[in-house]
Structure formats: C-alpha cells, structure tokens
C-alpha cells in the first residue's frame, strides 16, 4: 500500500516538470531561429552566386584558375576556411594584395559580394 501511493505520487509530478522542460527547448528553438534571421539579414541582403560565377569568369579565373585551382594567384579550394566570414573576404578583394588588382576599384560593392559568395560556395 505504501508502495503504491508513493508510485501515484510520484507520477503525478512528472508532467509539470516535463512541460517545463518542453517550454525552454521550445525557446531555444526560436532564439536560434531569430539569430539565424537576424544574420541572413547581415550585409545588406543576400548573394547572388550565379551572377557571382559569371563575374569570377570574367574577372578572376585568370589568375585563380576555373576551378579555383590556382595559377598567378593561389588556390581558392577551402578558402571559406581562410576567410571566416564573407564580410572579410569581401574587404580582401575590395583592397587586393600583392600581385592582386584593389577590385574596390573595379567592381561595385555587389559584384564583389556575388564573386565572394560564388568562391566560398563553389571552391570547398
Ligand atoms: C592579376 C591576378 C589576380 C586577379 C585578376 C585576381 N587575383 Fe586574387 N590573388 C592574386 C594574388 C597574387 C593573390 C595573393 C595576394 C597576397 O597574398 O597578397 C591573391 C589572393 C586572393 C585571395 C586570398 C587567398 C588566400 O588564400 O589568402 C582571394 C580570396 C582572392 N585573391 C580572390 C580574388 C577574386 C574574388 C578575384 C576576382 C574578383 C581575384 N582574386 C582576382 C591574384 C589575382
């Protein structure tokens, strides 16, 4: 008998604390969901990669290479591993480096967003 009222007991308390538990994954859930909105919304809208390729092409692949195999400049396979962000490859390209033109110069602050994006998505 004293078993079993201790058993009702302590089933009757599992589901606030179940629910409890519930509530804060549930917040979690939307406070990554509001930091991912709010970092797509970074950098003035998003890339356009197709358009970034064919700026890349023209641009870009005679030192690179096509594929981003190197040849005057060097190779841009991983390079979203050499750049953390986007914002700061884009500010590389924007002022070049030696033996690379200062594009800032050249391209208007989109296509280099697009050329970066295609990079970092294309060359992994
Ligand atoms: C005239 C040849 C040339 C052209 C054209 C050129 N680059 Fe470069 N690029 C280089 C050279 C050389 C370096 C190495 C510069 C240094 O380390 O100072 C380099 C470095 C880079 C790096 C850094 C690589 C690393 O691993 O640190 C990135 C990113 C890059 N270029 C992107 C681009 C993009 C995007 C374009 C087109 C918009 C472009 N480059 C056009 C020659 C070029």
């Not at 909105?37 to 692949?61: N, P």
């Not at 096509?66 to 979203?80: F, T, V």
């Amino acid at each position: 008998m004293v078993i079993e009222a201790g058993w009702h007991e302590s089933v009757s308390e599992a589901p606030p604390s179940t629910r409890r538990h519930a509530v804060l994954r549930a917040s979690g859930f939307s406070a990554t969901l509001a930091l991912a909105v709010l970092l797509s919304g970074c950098g003035g809208g998003s890339a356009d990669v197709k358009a970034g390729g064919t700026i890349y092409a023209a641009q870009c692949a005679r030192c690179h290479g096509d594929n981003g195999e190197g040849g005057a400049g060097p190779s841009l396979i991983g390079i979203a591993r050499v750049f953390e962000t986007a914002e700061g490859q884009e500010r590389f390209v924007k002022n070049g480096g030696t033996g690379m033109p200062m594009f800032g110069q050249i391209l208007s602050d989109d296509e280099i967003r697009n050329a970066v994006a295609y990079t970092r998505e294309t060359f992994r």
